[in-house]
Structures are given as C-alpha cells and as structure tokens.
C-alpha cells in the first residue's frame, strides 16, 4: 500500500467554511500590520497583527468535525479553498463569497495498491489529481544569443518610458522558487522596489521574504522588470512548498498553486495587494508529461481538464482582473527537455492550456524560436491555440548563478511578456476595470511583430500569433 496525494471537492459544511474564515482573518490582519506601519504605528502594534500569520506549523482544518470520505485521509495542514472566493472584491465580499458557496477543495490522502486506479468520487467528494509541478528547464547549453540590454531595444522600451508605460502602481506576483533580493539587487544595479508584507511565506519554511536561496525564481524578478522597471514585486515560492509523495519523496505539488493563489486573492481583495492599480502573475513552471496524470477519461484528470479545481480557481482569477500569464513549457521539437521523455506532440498542457490565460512561447533577440519552446496545438482538451505569442529568451540577463550563463528556457520568456503586460497596466486607461485581462491579452494576440520565419498572419504552432510587442499594443490602446 502506498499513501498518494489526492485533491478533493467537498460539499460545504461547518468544518471547512471555519477553515477558509481563518485564511480571510490572517488576510485582514496583515492589512491592519501594514497600514499601521504605512500610518507611523509601532512596530508592536503591527506585530500583534502580524500574529495572525505564525511561522511554525499550524492546524488549518478540522479533520475531526469533518465528514467521513472512504479511503481517504485528509491533511489537517491545507486549509480549505472556496470555489467561489475569486470574486470577492472586500473582506466583506470574501466573508460573503465563503458563506455561500456549494463547494471547497481541500487535500487528502489516499491509502492505495501501486496498479490502482483512484475512484472518481470517496463519498459525497469528487476526486482529482495531485500534479507535481516543476520549473521549466530545457537542454539547452549553448552560449547567449544576446544581452538584457538588446532585448529592451528590440521590445523598444525606451519608447515605453517616454509613454511612462514603466509599470507603476502595478505590482507582478513571482510564484516560483523564491527571490533572492541581494542578488536581485547587485544583477539590476538598483535595489526594486519590492512589498515584503505582500509577500507569502510557505508553511513550515519560514523565511524573510526576498532571502530565498538564489535562482530559478530570482532570474524571473530580473526578466519581468526589464520591461517593468517601477513595477513592485511580491514573492509567493509556490515551488518551495513539499509534501510527501508516494514514495516518500518531498515535492510541490499543485495544492501549492491553489494555496498560493488563494491567499493571493485574498490579498487582492482586502489585504495588502489591494492598494495596487493591478495585479500581474508570473508563473514559469508546469507539468511536463500527461502519464504522470490519472489514466485518461478520468474525471479528475489536471493535464486535459479545465474542470479541474485549479484550473477552475485560474480561470476565474482572470475574471477578477487578475492578468495570469504562463510558460508554455519547453517540450518543443529540437531541443525538448529530458523531463519531456521525447515527447513534443501537444506538449501545452495544464494550465498553460487554459484559454483565459497568457501562454507564452521563447524566441531568441533574432525572433527565431528557440529549439526548446513547446509549440501549439495543446493538448485535447484544452484551448488549442496555444501558445499566444513568443517572447525573448536566452540571452545573457541575470548572471544569478554564473555570469555567463544565460536566461533561458520559456521560464524567461513568462516574466519577460508578464514585465510587459505590467508597463501597460500603469496607463491609468489601462486597468482591469477598463480593460479586462481577455481583452487585453487579445490586443497583446493582434498587435505582434512577426517572428523570424512566420510567413503568413494569424496564429501558428511554432510562434502563436507572433512576438509580444508592448509598443504595438499601447498605440493600439491609444496610452
């Protein structure tokens, strides 16, 4: 027997209602600490707000007052996640939001033989996968095509300044694996700005924010502000948040994601992300391959499923004005990861799939697409043009972890196009009460410039609809 991770859809009850209550609660108070400080309060009576948000573990859910679900142990660590909560828009919507909705996700184990199939439901509770997630890393060694400095020319930033389209009031979320904010500091030549009570801590890895080990989520900070340089930026690790696998493994898993992007939300709503003029989430990481989901025509199936509760929670973020925007992934034919397993073909899956999202593709500073970014269509299931666009990648940027080793793979492509989206998103003609993210993300699809090779208009496996162009999209929107 092996104990498997397992995401479960609950009818509501007291238990979990109480439990997403909680998560609003710490949200409140960490609002209350940072407007004290903001008012010229005393570091105590922030503190004692700051109480609500203790760094040891804690008991997030009931176990005990919940219903029984055969076969299945739940994880008292996960606090429960309200389908409805990415509508809310005040503490007072979000109190509301818990109160009435049908449905919460929590986490459980399932007691299970190595060959078996998970059920479909265990009791009155649907039962979906738990994905591992990765960060996107690719095969490629070669040198850098390029510098930071010949990307911003090539996206043509300067003019972006002159439209003081430079990202303020706009605040980027890096879920990944943390920033180091020293190195971020020493890469830049200035020191970011950067909101750490905005910041998330994963449980039971408690540090201060912006002191996570440096790379992979430190290099995203670098790409995203290269077009977005007033932009603040708040860490969420999503990648630094473990839990047991089968075999005793420690990974993060998407129950992560969900708790990350729940207390982002929470935050957006009544808690320090509020105050910004709009929220931008960069996410570089993903799933690589659909064997590591449940057999297919399983209903609770993440890879081909936009049922599933996560990418349920994505959809309606952008809903509430949250631009969402995802790497592709770097499975494509030429130079596929390892982790891909050789497999190329509809490599755009899981979230990166979801139409209401930015999916973003890599191309060098030539706009030739690099060998590792996945290409279109997704995978059954999901919207098939995929990716959007392309945005630049390789290129010597950085210098985190050695100071000729580039910024590379699709995960720098994401917060390059996210940086982008940023700088538009500081017109203050140009905020999500406006201008929705659908509406923006498909003025970004129509105002491209062709990459290197791309024959005819409109959208196509290799490219999208093209190379991410925020020039051409501020004239289009008349910034």
């Known amino acids: ?39 010229g309060g ?50 007072r919507d979000a109190e509301e939001i818990v109160e009435a909705s049908e449905h919460f996700t929590v986490r459980a184990y399932l007691h299970a033989e190595d060959s078996q199939t998970p059920p479909h439901r265990a009791g009155d509770a649907e039962v ?25 020319e090539q996206l043509n930033l300067s003019r972006l300044k002159a439209l003081n389209l430079t990202g303020e009031q706009v605040a980027i979320a890096i879920l990944d694996t943390g920033i180091h904010l020293q190195s971020l500091t020493r890469s830049l030549g200035r020191a970011p700005r950067f909101d750490p009570r905005a910041c998330w801590n994963p449980q039971r890895k408690h540090r201060e924010p912006g002191t996570w080990p440096v790379g992979h989520g430190t ?9 977005a340089p007033d932009a ?16 005793g493994m420690m ?51 993440f890879s081909d499923n936009p049922g599933h509760p996560f990418n349920v929670q994505l959809a309606a973020a952008t809903r509430a004005g949250i631009d969402v925007v995802f790497a592709a992934g770097n499975c494509g034919k030429g130079c596929p990861s390892p982790n891909c397993r050789n497999s190329h073909g509809n490599a755009i899956m899981g979230c990166a799939g979801l139409r209401e999202i930015l999916t973003v593709g890599g191309c060098d500073i030539h706009g030739a697409r690099a060998g590792f970014s996945s290409q279109g269509p997704s995978i059954p299931g999901m919207e098939p043009h995929k990716p959007d666009l ?21 995960s720098t492509a994401c917060p390059v196009a996210a940086g ?58 008349n910034l």
């Open 232 to 247: 603040t930026l708040v860490d969420f690790p999503i990648l630094e948040v473990e839990s047991p696998s089968p075999d």
């Open 251 to 301: 990974f993060p898993y998407v129950s992560s994601a969900m708790r990350a992007y729940g207390a982002l939300l929470a935050s957006r709503a009544h808690g320090p992300l509020k105050k910004y003029q709009a929220l931008v989430v960069s996410n570089s990481w993903g799933i690589y391959h659909p064997d590591d989901d449940y057999p297919a025509g399983h209903p609770g199936r």
């Open 219 to 227: 290099m995203c900070a670098f790409d995203a502000l290269l077009a």
């Open 1 to 39: 027997m092996k104990k498997v991770p397992v995401i479960l859809r609950v009818p509501t009850n007291r238990a979990v209602k109480e439990s997403a209550r909680a998560v609003l609660r710490r949200a409140a108070a960490r609002l209350a600490a940072a407007h004290s400080l903001e008012a």
């Open 420 to 477: 982008c989206v940023a700088a538009l998103r500081s017109s203050p003609k140009a905020t999500p009460a406006i201008l929705p993210p659908a509406k923006l993300f498909e003025i970004l699809r129509h105002t491209t410039t062709p990459a290197h090779g791309k024959t005819s208009a409109g959208w196509d496996a290799d490219n999208g609809w093209g190379i991410v162009s925020p020039v051409n999209a501020a004239t289009r929107l």
């Open 128 to 152: 979906f996968v738990e994905m591992r997630l990765h960060p996107f890393v690719n095969c490629m060694v070669e040198p850098a095509v390029g510098t930071a400095r010949e990307v911003a």
């Open 390 to 410: 392309m945005a630049y990648t390789h290129f010597l940027g950085s210098k985190v972890t050695s100071a000729s080793k580039p910024d590379t793979g699709t």
């Open 42 to 91: 005393d570091s105590a009576s922030a503190s004692v707000a700051e109480a609500a948000f203790p760094t040891a573990p804690i008991r997030r859910l009931d176990v005990d007052a919940m219903p029984t679900y055969p076969g299945m142990m739940l994880d008292h660590g996960y606090a429960a996640v309200p389908d409805r909560m990415t509508h809310a828009h005040s503490h």
